[in-house]
Structures are given as C-alpha cells and as structure tokens.
C-alpha cells in the first residue's frame, strides 16, 4: 500500500481521502484559537535554575529514584526507574547535580504536592554515553520495545500511558490498523501541528518504527482539515510511505484516541476494553518521534514540544522544552506576567486543567500551557437549573445522557449513574460546553466517578476490616476456650487432690509420714535420755545411729506424701468417681422410669387421656437410663483395669537406697492397698448392681455378671500384687534387721517406750477433752504400737531365722 | 498567585445562559402571535401582555417564600415563557381574571410547588389551561370567527370584562367538524371549514406555528424528534379513518392545520423539561402525543386535545426515558429497562 | 337469584385461580435474598469501633435485626441511617451521636513510636489487629487496615496515639462537588499552597 496521493501536488482543500473515513456522534465545534501559537517556528526554551521532575509523570505506579541528594547526573542519565510493568523510567534532562528528591507541587488537578527529583543544571549539557540502534530493522522486535520502555516513552497526546506497553502485542495477534494521532482537536493546541509542519520526516520516521514492530495490515493517519500546512508537510514526507493520510473534518473530540479510530476505521472500542481488542492501536505522532529518536539515536525522552498560548503571553507559540522545567521558567520566557493571568491551565482549554501554582513543571504528557487573562477565560458563571433541553445529550460523543447523568451524579445515587454508564464518560467536556444552564458537568461526572471509585475501595477496605474482626474474634474465642480447658485442669486436679486427699491413698502415707516422724523424735528423746542418763556411750552411739535411721525414713515417708499429693490420685480414683456418679444416674434414671412406668399404667387404667403421652415419656426415661447404663458399664470396664494397672506400674524396688528403702516399701504397699481396696469396693458395688439388676429384672443382667466377675478377678490380683509385696518387704527387713540384732532390740524397746509415751499423751489428752488432738495421738500411738510389734516381731524374727536367742 | 482552579472544560459556547434559550423560544412564538392578532383581534396580544408580569410576580412571590435568590431565578425567563404559552393557547376573548387564574396557578401549583424550573413534572402552561378548561368550560370556549375580529377598543373591553363575547364568537373549526361529523351536506356548507388547507384562518394560525418551530429547530434549541413525532402520529392515525369514513373522520391535513396542533408540537410538547429525553424516547412520545390528540378530538368530549395528550404523555415521560436509554459507545446493546 | 349466586361463583373461581397462580409464583420465583443480619453488617462500615455499644458491627448488625435502633453508628453517618432505613423499611432517625463527634471524617491511628513503651494494651484494645509489636517493643499501626475507630487511645498509659485525619493523597483525591444551583464555584480564589520550593 502506497501513499496513493502524490501529497505535494493536491492543494489540501481538493485532498482526496485515499479511502473513506467515518463520523462519530456527537461534538462540538469550539472557537479553534489555534493562530495565536502558530505564528513562530518552535524555539528551544531556555534551561532553567532547576529541574523538577516529578517520579509519576506517567500513567501507571510511579518511577523509583535511583539517585539521591548531591549525586552529579548527566544528560539522558536514567535517575529513576520504572516500577512494575505499567510504569516508565526517567532520564535526567541535562547534566547537573540532584538537589533533592522530594515533595514538590506536581501536574495534578488537586495541587497536591508528590515526590519528584530537583536537579540544578551545571549548564554544560553532557551527554551520558547513547546506543543507537542504526540497524534497527535487524534488531528483534522484543529488543526494540525494551529500548522503548527503557527510554521512558509515555504517550506524549495526554494520557501518558507507556508506549511499550501498547508495543507489546499477545503472541498471534495479528494489527489490522495502526492508527496515528495527528488530529489534535483542542482549541488552542499547536504544538502536534508545529511538529509536523518542521519534522514531519521525523514522524514518518518513528511511524515506519511503529510499523515495523506491529506489522499493521493498514496504517492510518489522522490530521484534522485545519492543519493545511501540516497535511501538506506531511503527505511530502510519506510519499512512497506505506501510509494513508486522512484528513478529517474539524470536529471536538475526533482526537480522542476511541473516537479517532471511530473515525478511520468504523469500529468500536468497547466499553472498559483497549483498541488491541479491535485490532487497532493508536500512538500520536509526539510519541512516534520520541520512539523515533530512542531507536536511531539512543537518546531518552527529555524534552518535548509544547504550546505556550492564551492572552497572557506576549510570544505565544511552540517550545522545545526539557522535562521538568517548572512552568514559571515559560511564562517568563515568552512574556507573561503574574498579574495578567486570571487562569492557568495544562493542557487544553476542554480537558486540561487549571493548576495552582507556576512552580509545577512540563512534563511528558504537557502539550499546552494556556496562562489567560480573565477576560479571555472568564469565571464561570453560576449553575442554573437543568432544564432537560437534550443539548448535552446530542453532543455526547460517547452517547450518554449526560442530564441523566448529571441528576445521579448530584443526588449521589451512584448506582443509577453508573446505570447509565457514568464510568464510560470520557470527560470531554462537550456537554458542559453547549449546556445552556452553565451547569459544571464534567465536574459533577469527576465527582461521581471518584466517588465510586472510593466507594469500591471503601467496601474492599470494610471487607478487609470485617475479615480482620472475624478472625481476632476466632483467635480471642480459640485463646478464652484453651484458657477455660486449662483452668477446668487445673480445678479438676485439685477436686482430684480433695477427693484424694480424705482417701486410702493419701490418708496412708500421711499416716506413714506421721508415724515415722513420731518414732523419730521417740528414737530422739530415748537418745537424750540415754545421754542425760550417763548410759554407756556405746548405746548412745547406737540410740544415735538409730535416731539417723528413723529420720531418713520420716523423711522419705513425708516425701512420699508430697509425690502422692503432687501426682494426685490415681486415675482409678476418677474412674471410680465417674462410675459412682453414673451409678447414681442410673439409679436416678431406672427409678425414675418406673415411677413413670407406673403412671402410665395407673394413667392407662384409669383410661386418662394422657395415657399415651405418659407411656412415651416412661419410653424415653427408660432409654436415657439404658444410655447411663451403658455408659456406666463402659466406665467400669475402664476403671478396674487402670486401678490394676496402676500399682503395677510402679512394683521396682529400690534396695540400694537403703536410707529410703523403708518409706518406699511402705509407699508401694499402700498404694497396692489402695488399689486392692479399690478394686474390692468396685467389685463390691458391682455385685450389689448386679443383685439391684436382677431385682429389677433389667435385661444386662449378663453383662453386669460380666463385669462382676471382671472386678473379682481384678481385685484378687491387687491382692496377689499385694501380698506378694509385702511378703518382699518382710524379706528386706529381715535382710536388713539381720545384720544388727543389736539395733533391733534397742528398736523394739524404744518402740515400747514410745508406745508408753503415747498412751501417757492420750491419757492427757482425754483429760482435756480435746478431741481434735485426742484423734491424732490416737493416730499416732497406733503407729507407735505397731511400730513396736513390728520391732518386736522383726527382733524375734530375726532372731528365731538367725538362730540368736536373746540372753 | 492566585488562579482559578474550576475543572474543564475551560471555555463554554458564549451565551450560554437558559435565560437565552429561552428569549429564542420567545421569539419563535412571534409569527404565531402575529397571525393571531390578524384573525382574531388584539386579545390575544392584551392577554400575554397581562400574563407576563401575573407569571413575574406569581414567582417572585413564590421564589422569595422559598427564601430563594429571586433575581438570578427570575432572569431565566421561563415564567415568561409558560405565561406567553398560556395566553396563546387560551382564546383571545378571555377576560383578565381567567388569564390570572390561569397564569399563577401555572406557576406556583405546577412549577414551584413542584421544586421550580427542572423539577416540574408537568408542563405548567398546560396544567394551567386545563385547570381553566374544566372550571371555565365557557370562557375557554369561546373563539372568535376569523377575520370578524373586535376592534383593540372592544378587545380591552373584553379582557375587562364589561362586554359579553357573545356578539363575537363563532365555533373553531375543530368544533364544527365535531357537530356535524357524519352528515357530509351539512359539512361541505360550512364556511369555516373550508379554509385554504384546513379550517377557515386557523390554516394561517398553524402555519405561522410551524415557521416558528422550524426557527427552533434551526436555532438547536428543540430537536426535529418531538414535533414530526407528534405531526406523524396524529397524520398517521388520521389517514386511515379518514379512508375508511371521510364524512366521519377529518383529513390528516385539517387536522395537523386545525386547532392547536402546530402550536401544541413544536413549543408545547417540547418543554424539555416535562418530556422524554433520549431521542427515541422523544420520538416515542410525540408520537403518543398525536395519536392522543387525534383519539380526544374524534372520540373525546373536548374539541381539542393538545393540553390532555400533552399531560398524559409527561406522566409516562419517565417510563420512556427508562426504556429508551440509548446505546453507548463501546457498548453492545443498550440498557433499556435495566433494573438495579 | 341465580345471577348473585353465578356472581359469587365466578368471584370465588377467580380468588381460587389467582390464589394458585399467586402461590405458584411465590414458590417458583422465591428469591433468596442473603440473611437480614448480613445485609445490615454489609452497610454498616465496619470500623468495628463499638461506638453503638455493641462488640463490632457485626453483633450491632444482629441487634439491630433483633429490633435495636438503627441510628447508633457514628462513622457511618446519616448515609448509614438512611441506608439502613430504607433497608429495613424504618423511619428515618438522627444519628445518635455525641455533639463534637466529627462524623464522618477518616481518621488512622498513629503511634509515636519514641513514646511508647511497649504494654500491648493497644494490640489489645485493637478490634481488627492492626497493631504490630511485642511486649517491651515499640508499637506500630498498619495504617491501610486500620480503622478508624479509636479504641485503642483511650488504653495508652502513655498517651502516645493519636488519631490523626487521613489526608488525600493523588489516588484518594477526588474533585469536589459542585456548589450546586445559583452558586459560584469556591475555588475561584484558592488558597495557595505554600511551596516548599520557594518557602
Ligand atoms: S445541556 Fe445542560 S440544561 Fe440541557 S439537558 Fe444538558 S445538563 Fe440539562
Ligand atoms: S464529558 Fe462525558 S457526558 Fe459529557 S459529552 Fe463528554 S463523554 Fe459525554
């Protein structure tokens, strides 16, 4: 496909299309104010003091610095660098030092203030090192876009969006047209248009770049018909292009980059979509000459084209102004001052905005600035009811109902707004333009928009909130249930230690304890006696080494008691408790059935009428007593056979600790005690079940015999277990008490002397009547009696085994 | 520094102003009123002038009880316009106390009590001329024969009311055809009928209208969508029962040149304000409008139907509007009658 | 006679008919709408502050299905009473709000970390763990999952957090209403920003 028209010799008011363009609807036909900028040849601005550069000068995440406070930067050096894949690198526009990276007042509607790079030019403009790409047509395509993206090419019509990333096509994609954006439809704008009338081979140039890279089926460019001169430049520089130029009536917006491809191809983009997805893609020519220039020549966007324009300048027209230049360098350079400025605006008159102060710098997406009197931009005047007069709605270009939009945008009913597709408004500013009430639509539309947007991050944030509050409400419930379990623990431990406490086990040692400790200070006292007496000191050495004896056993048995207490009770011991408690239950239940059993049958007798509802009571009453009765069987299969288990656990003996061997015997066989007992006591209670059973005619007699039968043999074990534990420890003792025979009958004196004592304490006692105390020397002088029998026995014991009589 | 920060667009068409657009209906209404005054005398003329300042002051009063700014409301001279409206459409007899009646309730029962300019659902003028028509049926009636008009002395005496009317009425054409629908000999010997297109004069009335309404059309101040919609579908009703009966039914010609047709599309039914408002919706409703007005004038009991249809039609303005939102860009289809 | 009892046949068939069809159409086209208590704790905001007097939005939620006035939600605002009322199909309240509340302005927490001590009463007070730090560490708020709801002031034994307005930045900024019918726009004179530059 040729440039069919040879350009140069068609006067532009005959140019014939080379192929037919469309229409889109809706527009305006603003005043174009385009003369005033056109007037000169695009001049180079001065540099200014500083250079401002904000990090998001783009669309998409802002750039990343790379430098900092007094780092030396030079000319086309990249100081910031793109974050993420929708943002663009920055390059220092000339060589200089980095003032500072801050807050500065950037290019932003709101005159908020956001971080940029400050650099002070050294003057001397040195380059960093570029790489052409001279041979670019050899180059892989892949490559070229990095280049693209790497020389932080941001759309240079408005947008700003990254270049590269329209550049990069899916794989298969195939471009049916690329479409080139020369139309340049605001009033007042030049600067595409001055562009083209002085480097339109430098267009041609980055558009044959273009197309190298997406491989269009057709290129398209679009110049609108008041731009002769540019048409003229234009079709000169692509002749023998591959390239149509189409000239396009003078209509606002046909620059919108949908409405353009609207305009030369008939398609739609479609809502929230992207032109790929129609298979066109569009890139203004700006943009094409920068890719031009990043390709051929290595360098990085620094500067660009823009339009100085309104009254207020005395030289209006096009500047080649580096990035950053901050605006009030412009003003001053082409001759306006503060006080004939009543309105400051970048961009366009129709979709530029107002900013708050000159220090905001030129960026990539500036294309225009407009300082104008107020006489030019006047204040505009207040809103007026909207009168439904349709104006608007005839010159939307995206066809909406911008008064429908306009009623759902004030009365906030986000919903409706976007019913009527508020978020498709391109913010054209036609509506606003031809409304006859002077009504600010677009700012109504921005509102709106912004408001749905907050709204939509408000419910994310609100869901997150909620999510948030959910799982620390989990997590405190979790922590309070584990706090509750463990405290139940602990309360159920010393229920266990309570319940123990007044038991066999517990009960046992103390008294052990108690015993041993007794006969201790008897050993002790007879020890005194024996000294005060004068006896002979071999007695008193032996009374002594008695007196050791004995307090290592009161030792061990108090130690004893403090393991017992410490470990609780047996496990047998809860076992029996929950078997006792379900027995009680079932009791409850089984006489609780009968008792219903009879009123339904007294019920039924009497011919009541609620004798059915009785018997489904007596019914249910007797389930629930079967259910405890199966528990309680569970129970007791479980209870005895850790009550067995238990002292079995625990058979070791000890006998090199001969200190202790004493308490440890006596704590075994109470414990073994314990557990016959226990085991005994359940048997017990299991027969008097089994008896209560048969009376009762309950049909697991069977089983109860079972378990019975079960407890028996579990109780005659512990006995076995016992027995044979004691037949042990006589063993030990007569082991032990054989060696000193001597010792043995001291003991059995002391044991009688004490038992004496004792006896003497309870005759007191019961004298005072204090029966608190009567009970322990009770205790107490039976411990001793039985002390002194089993001194005695083990004296004769050893004795008779060991064949020494006594003389 | 400082500058003015207001947000694009940063220029708007210059005059903009609802006051403007309104001045341009104004004068769209100026041939019609100059017809008017040929036929049928100054009346007319005395009734708007008399209207005005009613329509001024009724919401003046009302816009300062509001505790609105009376000056910046009054200066969108829609009062002036529902005041001009009235006083065409009410007849040129009228005395000045049913133009008051008319005109204030216009303004304040129908339009601020509503919300003012914007908010009103129903064209005021019509409220208005309806509320006369039902209480004054009479008065409202009362039309002077063409070309037998009173002199301006004898107008004045009528607005004041110390002359009676009788002396000057004759029946509408639109009233006569009603009387002797069915009996062709009587029709053909009514003079008034055969006028040039349509009725006797009332076919200068119209056509005055209609110059005035294509000067609104012209001027972007209405779209063609209203009025060919009302024109087709009271011609398009008409046409085949006139084929069928013609001694029955009027022609589609007498009846877009009779009454208050031309007048009723192009300056009535288009009060924005009250109609549809995508084109669709638009073209729907001026077409419900003149199948109305065709329905009231062969079926109904009022001679003409313009302020009924008119008043039907804005109730269901909004459900058109619901249904006819158009398709917008990039989208595939549009959301008609889509729900929340 | 006969046309009163054909009169009364022909009502009752019809009840009878529309009867059915009513019935039929109710079950076939149920429409099962989420639980009334989640779609109050859907409008509410979720600040969790408990200023209703309710542990979190949720539990206000139940109780406001429960019967609880509708109207205790400070950070919500009267757009949260209306919504709610139009929800529920209740009359619109004033919002139940101490007089100096500054409804509706965004706030975050923010913890002077130099102050503070390290007690974790903050973490704890926090209803939607937004609170970093250990015991005898310093305290940090997550400001994009905080709340607003300032519950965990009032614990600070020494007074080091603030709530501290939340402030547009380019992404939350939005343009402002207009003034609306008869006003002039207020920004015609705005108020200039001083500029660090040039400060
Ligand atoms: S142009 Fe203005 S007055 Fe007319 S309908 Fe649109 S918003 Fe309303
Ligand atoms: S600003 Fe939006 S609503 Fe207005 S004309 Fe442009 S696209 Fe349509």
Known sequence: MNARIPATTVPVGQYQNPRPIHDFRGGIHPPQNKDQSTGRPIRRAPLPEQLVLPLNMHLGAPAKALVSAGDRVLKGQKIAEGNGAVSLPIHAPTSGTVMAVGERPIQHPSGLHAPCIVIAPDGEETWTELHPLTHWRECAPSMLVARIREAGIAGMGGAGFPAAVKLNLRDGQQIEELVINAVECEPYITADDMLMRERAEQIIAGIEKLQFLLQPKATLVGIEDNKPEAIKAMCAAAEGKSMDILVVPTKYPSGGEKQLIELLTGKEVPSGGIPAQVGVVCHNIGTAVAIHRAIEFGEPLISRITTLTGDAFTEPGNVEVLLGTPVQSLLDYAGATAERIGRLIMGGPMMGFAIHTPSVPIVKTTNCIIAASAAELPAPPPEQPCIRCGSCAEVCPANLLPQQLYWYSKTEDLERAQQYNLMDCIECGACAYVCPSNIPLVQYYRHAKGEVRQQVAEQQKADKARERFEARKARLEKEAAEKEARRKARLEASKQKKSAAPGVDLAALKKASLDASSAYKAAVKALKAAETEGADPDTVAQLRTDADNLKAKADGAKAAVRDAKAGGASVADTGADKVAELKKAVGEASSAYKAAVKDAKAAEEAGAENASELRSHADTLKAKADELKAQLRDAKASAPATAATAPASKPEKSAEQASSEAADRAKKMKALKTAFNMANKQWKEASASLERAERDGADDIDTLKKTVDKLRFKADKAKEALNVLVEEAKKNIEAASGSDL????????????????????????????????????????????????????????AIDEQGLKED | MAFITVTSPHTTQTGNHTGAFMRQVLYATVPGLAVLTWLFGFGTLINLLWAIPVALASEALVLKARGRDVRFFLADYSAVVTAVLLALAIPPTAPWWLTLVGVSFSIVVAKQIYGGLGMNPFNPAMVGYVLLLIS?????????????????MESVQLFLGSTSADAFTGATPLDTFRTWAGDAEKLASQAILNGKLAGQGWDWVNLAFLVGGLYLVWRKIITWHIPVGVLAGLALTATPFWLYDPVRYGTPVFHLFSGAAMLGAFFIATDPVSAATSRLGRLIYGFLIGVLVWVIRSHGGYPDAMAFAVLLMNLSAPMIDYYTQPRTYGHKAAHRGASR | MTTIVIAILALLALAAGFGALLGFASEKFKVEGDPIVDQIDALLPQTQCGQCGHPGCRPYAEAIAAGEEHNRCPPGGEQTVVDLSELLGREVLPLDAEEDADVGIKKVAYIREDECIGCTKCIQACPVDAILGAAKQMHTVIADECTGCDLCVEPCPVDCIDMLEVKPTLGTWIWDKPPGIGKKPDNLIPVVNVDPVEA
């Open chain 2, 136 to 152: 004054f049926p009479v008065e409202m009636t009362r039309w002077i024969a063409p070309h037998e008009a009173p002199s301006l």
């Open chain 1, 742 to 797: 001597k010792t043995l009958k001291l003991e059995a004196g002391r044991a009688e002397a004490a038992v004496r004592a004792k006896e003497k304490e309870l005759e007191d006692a019961k004298r005072s009547g204090d029966q608190e105390n009567i009970d322990v020397i009770y205790r107490e002088r039976d411990a001793l009696r039985r002390e002194a029998t089993m001194a005695a026995s083990s004296l004769q014991s």
